[in-house]
């Protein structure tokens, strides 16, 4: 009978760094590059007109706050498991070799719901700021080849075209390799850093500027209150929510916590790292810290310029909610800004669904290379070194649901993906402390018991704060991940059938 709880012994993950074909290209700054391109990107340019509406108002920069504090502690135990475990396959990596199969199992099924979901959100947002895009030149597009069938008021067939496209295209891109794609993501890594930048000085300035935008004392303006009252909103869904207050804080925070992913894609591509021991740790603090301060500042500017309760789709700037950030200039009437904005955010979104799916692939190869999926999906091809097969199933399934499916529902079940793969990796961090206390490690996590039970407390603070639509959806892919182990992964894990493995 199979052993649900058998680990991996840290020397098969030493035989696996031997014997990998994928190719060593990664140093530190390529690393905390692709780490900047998740990162930057799924909040700033996606969540922040989500986030101010649907939950903190101009608070939103507290909820990133809370986020990012909550990311530390992830992060800190995920640079400690990199400078043991320096191979593909992220979190369930970790946890295979420290707390069990099943454990890594499910830390795995939770990643695939992450990348997969991130990327799908994020090319669903592209498709507004190309939409916005291409209006700078006189070009519309009709609204059934833009929107979901949920978010389309006409009649008759829709479907959202430009994220269709925008998949398959970085689908081609990847398969072509690593190298290629990692030199395309740090020209754009650099573009939309510098857009950012320009976001927060031109944003602060108008703020500062304007009186008719900047809180003084003597009138309600749009800082003032900072924390709204709590209060009722009609979400997605068309249910009406609590939103706002400390409460809407906490749900902001967990709603865009999918932005900070990008730390775990960094771990993702251990495999190709130079240096993975002393790289990764670096680049996963690194990438978390930049980003977090970026956030911060980019959600005060957007709710100086652009009162929250603009952001409903339902008012008088309906799009607003797709392409919050160049919305928010032009109606502080800077057009040449919002144009400047809307290039930028065109052209760096597309780094983040890259990242997103390269770090979805290389979760493929982890799996696959220890039975649990479908070997085809990780296999890689003679020529580019790429699992071109996986990649190539995972743009179709992306590609097809970014077409059909609204970004609010995308988005919550993206950060359920991510917040419960933090938790375990707090909780595998502390296992491995206790079982193995005398294990070679180059980064390790300080304080680390005040550390994993402030992480994994928080995180599933976040988890119980996010829509119950998501919840409900997410309930539903972890049975469906129990199922597919019991009748697949178990039957056909090299651990636990070593015979089969031989024969393989």
Known sequence: ?????????????????????????????????IGVGAIIGGGIFVLTGTGAYYHAGPALAISFIVAGIACVFAALCYAEFASIIPVEGSAYAYAYGTVGEIF??????????????????????????????LKIFGVHLPAWLTSDPS????????MNLPAFIIVLLITALLVKGTKEAAGANNLIVIMKTSAVIFVIIAGAYIVFTNTDLYTTVDGVKNWKPFIPAETLVKNPEGDMVSAYGVKGIISGAAA?????????????QAGEAINPKKDVPFAIITSLLICTALYICVSLVLTGMMHYTDFNPEG???????????YAFEIAGYHWASNI???????????????????????????????????????????????????????????FIAAFTPISTLADMTSFGTLFAFTLVCIAVWVMRKKEPNLERSFKVPAYKIVVALGVFINLYLILNLSAHALELSAGWLVL?????????RKNSHLNNPHKNTEN
């Open 1 to 33: 009978m199979s052993n649900i709880w058998i680990k991996k012994p840290l020397s098969a993950y030493e035989a696996d760094m031997k014997k990998s074909q994928l190719k060593r290209v990664l140093g530190k700054w390529s690393l905390t590059a």
């Open 104 to 133: 890594a199992w499910a830390m795995g099924w939770c990643l695939i719901l992450e990348y997969a979901m991130a990327s799908m959100a994020v090319s669903v947002s592209w498709s507004g700021y190309f939409n916005k895009f």
């Open 151 to 158: 978010s389309y008021t006409g009649e008759g067939f829709s």
């Open 256 to 268: 865009i916590f999918f932005a900070y992913i990008g730390f775990d894609a960094v771990s993702t």
């Open 316 to 326: 008088k700037f309906p799009e607003a909610i797709k392409a919050p950030v160049a």
């Open 341 to 399: 904005v809307t290039i930028a955010a065109t052209v760096g979104l597309i780094s983040v669904i890259m990242v997103m799916m390269m770090g979805q692939s290389r979760i493929f190869i982890g799996m696959s290379k220890d039975g649990l999926i479908p070997k085809f999906l990780g296999e890689l091809h003679p020529k580019t070194k790429t699992p071109a097969k996986g990649i190539i199933l995972l743009g179709l399934v992306v590609a």
């Open 481 to 489: 991940g129990v199922l597919v182990y019991m009748f697949y992964g």
